[in-house]
């Protein structure tokens, strides 16, 4: 049994002996992407090429994570891949990840890579909670997270539930309150309304310049003892060392920033930090395994490393990147502007477009009503001189009439000597004629005058006629489809822009222009702080009604404790360093 274990193990030996290859994948927080490797390849060799894949320069903040048992590592540089613990299986998978977190990463971070990364990975701790983050900053974290996804606001693109399937939100903030998904995405959106007019670089900067002040951002806990014995929590992160009780990840008990550290060495599990001032006493702690003790120490010496590097001149490395940096924030600034302009031309020519559609429209409305009218006068006028023609026909029918009366009349009167009976009732029947006639004749008369009348009608029905021709024509020649607010050749007809009219020329000028913008906000720094604590405090008034304190999590409790107090991670640090180190030595020892 022993002899053929034995030879297994010899036979997988000389496998990996022959083999000159292994493959590697390296998981980013973006994409996966697979290598093959060399044996005879460092760490460093396998980093610089996924450095090199990235297009990343800022490596110093990186590093090559794996997981070993129930912790984490990270690959050494200095050593052969296969000579450490990682995984034996291939491809070995390997995650690419920040190790090392700036102060404040407006200063320090450069390439627009490096601060995706972090925005990315910064983004998963606090949605994973690894980072505790308060509901209030949350919303305003998500709508940032939002622009850098979708760009700036449209109503008409963006309605509501378009972020229906995105992760935003801890899970533990959506359950602290009693709000439907709607009004959620209804809050971030408002918030996602302001930042209209910042691009995907900024609005992820913006995302991490608040999530740096947050408690736990940026740093790494691990369980220690003292020398009493008692649990406690040790923090590492760009600052310094700080020392929690298990239960609060928030509030250091003490903290010792890296100036003040000389040296960090451990002994098995035993861990000792000496302080600058030779005056105060080593001190020491116990962690639970040697294996993370090895990693606190990468941690440590990283970090020491980066705080002193920061208060250093930079490198002339570090100067170029800087300066190619402001070089390419000074073109894409110029070229955002010129997109500006561009989008307000289009913008402008667009409306003018519809103004003149929507006038175009207007004088088809009354080009339309103008023919009805005449249409109308024409069918008056037909009316008209058909009822003049009737008229006439009826007095001449009437003047027929009376002729004929005056006939009967005279008929009437040679006949009357005959008798002076039939004289008497031949004048009473002639005096009924002679009414008769008169009546006739006054409704003659009358019809004559009405007939006039019409014939004047007519007359003024054609002339009606003559003006809604004469209006239809000019409603015609007005037609021309210019605005009054533009000239002529403001718009083509295919509302295409002209490269050579919109083109811009980066000039010296411009990098003048550019440096005195940016001195401008150095100088308006404090009021966007302020405007940020005011918009924090505004979302938590809106929401608090809402809030469900029976689930509030011990750090909820701790966070709104500290806001009360007016205790803020900057303010905290400074005041738990303006003791001794001596004696927040002996207060860490009495813990």
Known sequence: MASALAAKMGLNSLMRRQARTFDVRICTMESDMEFSCEVKWKGKDLFDLVCRTLGLRETWFFGLQYSIKDTVAWLKMEKKVLDQEVPKEEPITLYFLAKFYPENAEEELVQDITQHLFFLQVKR????????????????????????????????????????????????????????????????????????????????????????????????????????????????????????????????????????????????????????????????????????NKLILQ?????????????????????????????????????????????????????????????????????????????????????????????????????????EAETEMQRIKVTAIRGQEERRLMEQKMLETEMLALKMAEESERRAKEAEQLKQDLQEARQSERRAKHKLLEITTRAVYTSPGLPPNSMPPDLSFSRENLSFDFKDTDMKRLSM???????????????????????????????????????????????????????????????????????????
């Open 299 to 403: 941690l440590c010496i990283g970090n020491h490393d980066l705080f002193m590097r920061r208060r250093r001149v930079d490198s002339i490395e570090v100067q170029q990147m800087k300066a190619q940096a402001r070089e390419e924030r000074a073109r894409k600034q110029v070229e955002r502007q010129r997109l500006q302009r561009e989008k307000q031309l289009r913008e402008d020519a667009e409306r003018a477009r519809d103004e003149l559609e929507r006038r175009l429209i207007q004088l088809q409305d009354e080009a339309h009503m103008a023919n009805e009218a005449l249409l109308r006068s024409e069918q008056t006028a037909d009316l008209l001189a058909e009822k003049a023609q009737i008229a006439e026909e009826e007095a001449k029918l009437l003047a027929q009439k009376a002729a």
């Open 517 to 591: 913008e940016i001195e401008k906000e150095k100088v308006e720094y404090m009021e966007k702080s302020k405007h940020l604590q005011e918009q924090l405090n505004e979302l938590k008034t809106e929401i608090e009604s809402l809030k469900m304190k029976e689930r509030e999590t011990p750090l909820d409790i701790i966070h709104n404790q500290n806001t009360e107090q007016g205790t803020s991670k900057q303010s905290n640090f400074k005041k738990l360093t303006l003791q001794s180190t001596k004696s927040r030595v002996a207060f860490f020892e009495e813990l």
């Open 125 to 292: 701790k606090i949605l994973e909670e690894e980072i505790h983050c308060p509901p209030e900053a949350s919303v305003l974290l998500a709508s940032y997270a939002v622009h850098a996804k979708y760009g700036d606001y449209d109503p008409n693109v963006h309605k509501p539930g378009f972020l229906a399937e995105e992760e935003l939100l801890p899970k533990r903030v959506i359950n602290l309150y009693q709000m439907t998904a709607e009004m959620w995405e209804e809050r971030i959106t408002a918030c996602y309304a302001e930042h209209r007019g910042r691009t995907r670089d900024e609005a992820e900067m913006e995302y991490l310049k608040i999530a740096q002040d947050l408690d736990m951002y940026g740093v790494n806990y691990f369980l220690i003892r003292n020398k009493k014995g008692t649990d406690l929590l040790l923090g590492v992160d760009a600052l310094g060392l700080h020392i929690y009780e298990p239960d609060n990840r928030l509030t250091p008990k003490c903290s010792f920033p890296w100036n003040e550290i000389r040296n960090i060495s451990y002994s098995d599990k035993e861990f000792t930090i000496k302080p600058l001032d030779k005056k105060t006493n080593v001190f020491k702690f116990n962690s639970s395994r040697l294996r993370v």
